[in-house]
């Protein structure tokens, strides 16, 4: 039996979309909520941590691969892979509760080939 307090570990293979539409059917705006909330995950990055002002290949402005704006279907959504939250679960529980406090869809996402 396990607990409640007992953390399930990270799936780096899970994903989901969170969708740009609320549950009620509307489209959510500002119409850059995605690249928004994006650029504020931009940090979170695999081998994340150099020094300042280090010489380091990826050190130029742009997206983490953990979380991607993208439009799905003519839906504005963002790409969350769950391997977030083993790097920094309260980036990962803001990105979950700013769908939840924004009542956004949220949907599973395939497996990458």
Do not use: H
Request: contains cysteine; proline residues 9%.
């Amino acid at each position: 039996m396990t607990s409640l307090m007992t953390a399930t570990p990270p799936r780096t293979d899970r994903r989901y979309y969170i969708l740009g539409t609320t549950l009620q059917g509307r489209t959510f705006r500002p119409s850059d909520w995605a690249e928004r909330l994006a650029g504020a995950m931009s940090s979170f990055r695999p081998g994340s941590g150099t020094a300042a002002g280090s010489s380091n290949k990826a050190a130029y402005i742009g997206y983490s691969p953990y979380c991607v704006p993208q439009v799905l279907e003519g839906v504005k959504c963002v790409l969350v892979n769950e391997a977030l939250r083993g790097i920094e679960p309260m980036a990962w529980d803001f990105v979950m509760n700013f769908a939840r406090d924004n009542e956004l869809k949220v949907v599973d996402a395939p497996a990458p080939p």
